[in-house]
């Protein structure tokens, strides 16, 4: 079965300080995967795709097939990053979604 | 360029009665998504369509749950009737390619009373 887990609901930091948000997926062929955002009062928004190794915002994120897992990384947390953050696993033409994790960064 | 437009914006009715979603994707995007989004949880495919065929509808509930897109652009979502369980934020999204970016509509918030 297909499957996305963010297992925070809620990751609270600092300014200035490194953030991980994590995902972990379930899926048996290759995956796609990727990152979308949230803003408050925004619209979803596709953040960034592992195939691109790209890094958008200051974040990263590599695909750890050996772990199932797709973390997205920050070094130095701004305040302008606190948003919704939703991973997604891309199979055949559709996205499954995870629950999402709410980030905070406060000063 | 324009973005995804949906309307309406917010819709409240009554269990029993019926609504309808209307989305009109991005100009020369083939593919249209709907997603249903329960609070505290991530947007779940409702259906896909690809120009004006459906790719994949396998959790459209289709009992009380339909969509059509017609002439492959605008689309509309119909729920008759709704459930208490069907409140949500319903977003349209719409695409070029497979795996390309899915871009989003501002969502359509229903509650059901």
């Known amino acids: 079965a297909q499957r996305v887990t963010q297992p925070e609901k809620l990751l609270s930091v600092f300014k200035g300080a490194p953030v991980e948000l994590k995902c972990n997926y379930s899926y048996s062929g290759s995956p796609e995967l990727f990152w979308y955002v949230q803003y408050s009062r925004q619209r979803l928004q596709l953040l960034l795709r592992h195939i691109s190794r790209e890094s958008i915002k200051g974040f990263t994120a590599d695909l750890n097939k050996g772990e199932t897992s797709f973390h997205l990384k920050k070094p130095f947390a701004q305040e302008e990053d606190s948003a919704m953050y939703y991973c997604a696993l891309g199979s055949g033409y559709a996205l499954n979604f995870g629950k999402g994790t709410s980030l905070l960064v406060t000063p | 360029e324009a973005g995804v437009a949906q309307s309406p914006r917010y819709k409240i009715i009554e269990k029993r009665q019926s609504v309808a979603f209307w989305c009109n994707p991005i100009?020369?995007?083939?593919?249209l998504y709907w997603y249903q989004q329960i609070l505290g949880q991530g947007p779940k495919l409702l259906i896909q369509?690809?120009?004006?065929?459906?790719?994949?509808d396998s959790q459209l509930p289709k009992d009380r749950f339909s969509a059509e897109r017609l002439k492959g652009v605008d689309s509309t979502l119909k729920i008759q009737p709704a459930k208490l369980e069907d409140s949500a934020v319903y977003l349209c999204?719409?695409?070029?390619?497979?795996?390309?970016?899915?871009?989003f509509g501002p969502g359509t918030r229903l509650t059901v009373l």
């Open positions: 999204a719409s695409s070029d390619r497979r795996y390309n970016e899915q871009f």
């Open positions: 100009s020369g995007h083939a593919t």
């Open positions: 369509f690809q120009n004006n065929g459906v790719v994949d």
